[in-house]
């Protein structure tokens, strides 16, 4: 099923009856079953028709534009200026021109209705990782939820706490060092991603943005001359061919051009970054409409749940201590302080490791075996660790290279630690399938549809109540095994949580913080009051036409999927055996 | 499913066995957090314990670590575990939790206590000697 709907996407749908087409030997698929789910294909279509929309709709938009004035010097577009951005920067989102295949938009992997986490239940359950424009490279982490992404401020060492903060990214590896924005930088990565996007040379975006419909938008913007490039011939086909191509022997400049048309697809590469990331901070990501948002503002009242979780939250289960909501931690004292902060990030902007189990199901772990083109995703196999930070500060597999050497000793501090997310928008979901936990009824009794969603990195959580429930009993339920191997007599995730697939710098602020079942609901309760769309509807979460699921708990929720880890080989040497190497202890 | 046991989770140290290191090393941070709770055994199975204990927020940075140094033999504490805490800012004290890992079943180990900074500058105290006994194989402190 999966190959041949597959084999139509690539070669534009051939003449052979269905069920017959032969396996595309281009196809990439190195998964045992299970990995990938049996919907797959009619998913990724699923998502691409409802992407397509919200591109018509941003045409609609852009045509409706004013014109644009330059008013004064340095000039600015009196008026129309940020809005013409917005749009700019909405278009180049949701469009799937910009990858290889023209197939795949950014917001294939992060669509409004999800929070703008990933769209497909059923590979949030699965895979948690999502295919790039190359079929069927698959990343290593979960699309990351981005609104409020772009309050994270350049990356910095902090010495005086000893901590990094800011930067994009699980392990902020989009530091912002050139464009000052990590946000704006980030989306300069996805493009030459070999499991994203998939283009060989960044110019290829300047390529696509030549032929792209609403270049005029482009030009008025950033000059009428600002995509005059000369392409070379062969260009369509470069940027037709997957990023690691054997063919192009590790050349990331494929594409001949001279010095300055160089220099002007690197200025195009520039606002591509940038007018995306105004899309982000603009209220159409960053919506500050949540209930929470308008309690803060004195429109809304907490019910009596909302707030017991908001005090368990900020107190009994320290969440604020690293999810910062604008007043201090209220845990094992009484705060009644107002919040100093009326718009709170509900993140410290810092980086933390939990100690999460490895999750043997992420694509990354079987893409060891190079596909058509000669391309191998992960040549460690199951001796892949993802140590988040510290990998990047070695500038190791899978992460950018480090721009700062002086960052380099603080690996070892920073192996596993992952971006502090902020828990806004967590629970967003599409309104049809009001809430992302199973198991829930309404007040007549009857059953709430929920939509699937995989929380963490790695997307170990399935539900938020697991999320919760780590939180609270991580230590307590520790138990020296691998995911998938809980000792007879425990459940997985419900009082068995495997080994942490990073030992080191485990943050010990919670684990066995003593919350009951209620209280672990409460807290859950609080975090949906922070899901955007309550004051203002939130925009382009309309689009959902795929199915919600009903029944199971919320406690086991996805365990039917889980996938049992192999024997795991030792962490490979290209990460855990570069200095300064990590410690004190040794990853397995 | 786990059988009750009775374990030797005694804990040696006492205000007045609390040491500390060099004064005046940190400034403006307090002379010398104390311990308020002496470390105790939080919980224990599987090769996995906590040790845990408050002492006066240290303050200064926002992450502290707690250190145990420890070992089978009183006079040899050759492991270390260091594990990073949240201090909650303008709390009187802070809870620290340290993971020790790879411990064997039935096995008495020693240790002693500190935190640090994150920096890593000492906070300024060292608990006394402390022992517990680890749980018999697949049995768990505290029993449940």
Redesign the interface.
Known sequence: MRLAAAVCLLAACSNDPPGQATPDPTIYDPYPPNVLPPDLDAEIQRVRAENATIFERTVAEWHALPPLTPVGNPPVFQGSGYNSIRVLGTLMNFDENMSIHKDRACSFCHMPYAGFNGPIPSLNLTAVAYPGSAQYRLGKRIPQRYPYATFFPVLAYN?????FFGGNFWDGRSTGYILQSPNAQQAQHPPVDPNELGFADTACIAYRLSQAEYRPLFEGLFGPGSLAIAWPRDTEAICATPAGAASFGGNTTPIELSDDDRTKANVVYQHWGQAISLYQSSTHVNAFSSKFDAFLAGQYTLTPDEQAGYDLFRGKA?CN??HLDGR??A???TDTSAAADVTPPFT?FGY?NLGLPLNPAVAIFYESTPDAVGFTPNPDGFSFRDLGLGTFLRSGPGSAANPNSDWTPFAPGADGAMQVLTVRNVALTPAACPTTDAGRVDAQGAPVPYFQKAFFHNGYAKSLKQLVHFYNTR??F???VTSGHCPT?TTEKVDCWPQPEV?N?????F??LGLTEREEDLIVTFMETLTDGFTTPFPNADTFTGTCATGGSAATQGNDHLIAAPPLPPCAADICGVPPLPG??TIP | ?FPKVTIAATILVAAAGITSTSAGLLPKRPARPAFRTPPAL??A????A?LRWSMDNPGG???HH?VVRFGDDPARLTQ???????I??????T?????L?GLRPGTTYYFRAAAV????APDGAESGLGTFTMPGAGERFPAR
């Open positions: 010495s005086d706490q000893g901590l320290n201590s690293c201090g931690s845990v094992g004292s410290c933390a230590d307590l520790a138990y020296p007599g030992p710098n485990i943050d010990m602020t684990g066995n004190p202890a | 499913m939080e919980l199975h599987h090769g996995i906590v940075t926002d992450v707690g270390v575990a260091r594990s990073p805490n949240r909650n800012r303008g709390h009187a004290t809870t620290f939790r340290v993971r890992t900074d994150g920096k890593g």
